[in-house]
């Protein structure tokens, strides 16, 4: 049985946030033809969408693996080693903090909806799992990601070793502290009432990749046939 999210308050015992939320925004954009985080969706830059969703969800959000010229959206946390993808932008963004847990949401993915990253926290919190990562489909999904401050020297381990795979960092990481990487399946959450989408879209939607220019105008579509709904 799947336990509901509490309302007791996101802080540890010196009162400190115990979670907070980055953007990944450091991709090179080559499909897209132009800086993607700037994009419009919904009226407003991709970065700035995601920064909201972070913000609904309860979190404090930065921009992790940007440049600076995102800083107008929210504090940048730029790569010690840029060039490395998303995981290096991932352990710049955990050595930058002391919070316990932070949650990773990528510029392109403008159609998740808050709600899943309220669960995935709240399981994280209430599990202990280094990594909670969510399915659709059956198919285990790399972002968004919960992860345990603790598993930044893991990461960086993969990362400085050429391997800067997400997803098999992740499971490397988990297995090294004799866990399984958490994967919670998006349409059960749905089920039990956990996880809704404000326009109803359909879960398989959720992950549209908005990486082209057709893939925006079909995340716009879907937005569009949802609100109108």
Same mark, same amino acid.
């Given at each position: 049985?799947?336990?509901?999210?509490?309302?007791?308050?996101?802080?540890?015992?010196?009162?400190?946030?115990?979670?907070?939320?980055?953007?990944?925004?450091?991709?090179?954009?080559?499909?897209?033809?132009?800086?993607?985080?700037?994009?419009?969706?919904?009226?407003? #830059? %991709?970065?700035?969408?995601?920064?909201?969703?972070? /913000?609904?969800?309860?979190?404090? =959000?930065?921009? !992790?693996? &940007?440049? @600076?010229?995102?800083?107008?959206?929210?504090?940048?946390?730029?790569?010690?080693?840029?060039?490395?993808?998303?995981?290096?932008?991932?352990?710049?963004?955990?050595?930058?903090?002391?919070?316990?847990?932070?949650?990773?949401?990528?510029?392109?993915?403008?159609?998740?909806?808050?709600?899943?990253?309220?669960?995935?926290?709240?399981?994280?919190?209430?599990?202990?799992?280094?990594?909670?990562?969510?399915?659709?489909?059956?198919?285990?999904?790399?972002?968004?990601?919960?992860?345990?401050?603790?598993?930044? #020297? %893991?990461?960086?381990?993969?990362?400085?070793?050429? /391997?800067?795979?997400?997803?098999? =960092?992740?499971? !490397?990481? &988990?297995? @090294?502290?004799?866990?399984?990487?958490?994967?919670?399946?998006?349409?059960?959450?749905?089920?039990?009432?956990?996880?809704?989408?404000?326009?109803?879209?359909?879960?398989?939607?959720?992950?549209?990749?908005?990486?082209?220019?057709?893939?925006?105008?079909?995340?716009?579509?879907?937005?569009?046939?949802?609100?109108?709904?």
């Amino acid at each position: 049985m799947l336990d509901s999210p509490t309302k007791s308050g996101p802080f540890d015992s010196m009162g400190q946030a115990d979670a907070l939320g980055f953007v990944l925004a450091g991709g090179h954009s080559s499909r897209m033809g132009a800086d993607k985080a700037l994009e419009l969706f919904a009226g407003q #830059p %991709l970065v700035a969408h995601a920064v909201s969703v972070l /913000r609904q969800a309860g979190l404090t =959000a930065s921009i !992790a693996g &940007a440049r @600076s010229l995102l800083a107008a959206f929210a504090p940048v946390v730029e790569d010690s080693q840029p060039g490395m993808g998303p995981l290096g932008g991932i352990c710049a963004a955990l050595a930058s903090t002391s919070a316990c847990l932070s949650v990773f949401l990528p510029v392109d993915l403008p159609l998740l909806p808050a709600s899943l990253l309220v669960f995935l926290l709240h399981h994280a919190r209430t599990t202990g799992s280094a990594v909670t990562l969510c399915s659709v489909n059956g198919f285990a999904q790399s972002f968004p990601a919960v992860l345990r401050r603790e598993i930044l #020297p %893991l990461l960086q381990s993969e990362l400085e070793a050429g /391997r800067g795979g997400c997803y098999s =960092a992740f499971q !490397a990481a &988990a297995a @090294s502290l004799g866990q399984p990487v958490s994967v919670l399946p998006v349409e059960l959450l749905i089920q039990s009432g956990h996880v809704a989408h404000p326009g109803d879209l359909i879960a398989a939607r959720w992950f549209l990749n908005v990486n082209a220019p057709e893939d925006l105008r079909r995340a716009e579509a879907a937005r569009f046939s949802a609100s109108a709904a």
